[in-house]
T-cell receptor, first 112, second 115 residues
Framework: AQSVTQPDIHITVSEGASLELRCNYS??????LFWYVQSPGQGLQLLLK??????LVQGIKGFEAEFKRSQSSFNLRKPSVHWSDAAEYFC??????????FGAGTRLTVKP | DAGVTQSPTHLIKTRGQQVTLRCSPK?????VSWYQQALGQGPQFIFQ???????QRGNFPDRFSGHQFPNYSSELNVNALLLGDSALYLC??????????????FGSGTRLTVV
């Protein structure tokens, strides 16, 4: 069965610093991988997705993620964090969009 | 272009009661999926409706049921509410059940509190 682990419950970074959020997945075949962001009181917004091809995926808001099959990871990165990036981030894996399994999320706090 | 609209935004119910949550999909979308997000957890897939039929279902009891109308809007019904049903219920719409080319659009959710 597919599953997603986000090892970091909460991360704090200074504004302007780089960011990496970790995601590890378990799935029997090549998965579809996603990163979503959720601001308080808001729904989930898709940041980026990986289906196949280039393992470095560019998303919205300056985010990127790298698929590493050997490590079963799909970590999210951003070179310079802005205060508006403070939110909850979810990694998800699935064979089809309607079978998406989400991780428990990582809450990002940005220090001024 | 309206996104996904969910109503109500907040709801308080008593244990044992029944509740109905509503979702209007994004314009042009024909598929609605429902997720339950407990506090501090990621969303859990409940079920998906396409062409007015339940197409996929997650690991949720029969107390959770739904409906899709000809205009693609959807309802989620929960009977015999338990305290553990307290959560944020998210609706996501897409075009077709796969969604690979179009993606899911999520609503802001309905916060259900069972007391």
């Amino acid at each position: 069965a597919q599953s997603v682990t986000q090892p970091d419950i909460h991360i704090t970074v200074s504004e302007g610093a780089s960011l990496e959020l970790r995601c590890n997945y378990s799935y029997g075949a090549t998965p579809y991988l996603f990163w979503y962001v959720q601001s308080p009181g808001q729904g989930l917004q898709l940041l980026l997705k990986y289906f196949s091809g280039d393992t470095l995926v560019q998303g919205i808001k300056g985010f990127e993620a790298e698929f590493k099959r050997s490590q079963s990871s799909f970590n999210l990165r951003k070179p310079s964090v802005h205060w508006s990036d403070a939110a909850e981030y979810f990694c998800a894996v699935g064979a089809r969009w309607n079978d998406m399994r989400f991780g428990a999320g990582t809450r990002l706090t940005v220090k001024p | 272009d309206a996104g996904v609209t969910q109503s109500p935004t907040h709801l308080i119910k008593t244990r044992g009661q029944q509740v109905t949550l509503r979702c209007s999909p994004k314009s042009g979308h024909d598929t609605v999926s429902w997720y339950q997000q407990a506090l501090g957890q990621g969303p859990q897939f409940i079920f998906q409706y396409y062409e007015e039929e339940e197409r996929q279902r997650g690991n949720f009891p029969d107390r959770f049921s739904g409906h899709q109308f000809p205009n693609y809007s959807s309802e989620l019904n929960v009977n015999a509410l338990l305290l553990g049903d307290s959560a944020l219920y998210l609706c996501a719409s897409s075009l077709g059940t796969g969604g690979e080319n179009y993606g899911y659009t999520f609503g802001s959710g309905t916060r259900l509190t069972v007391v």
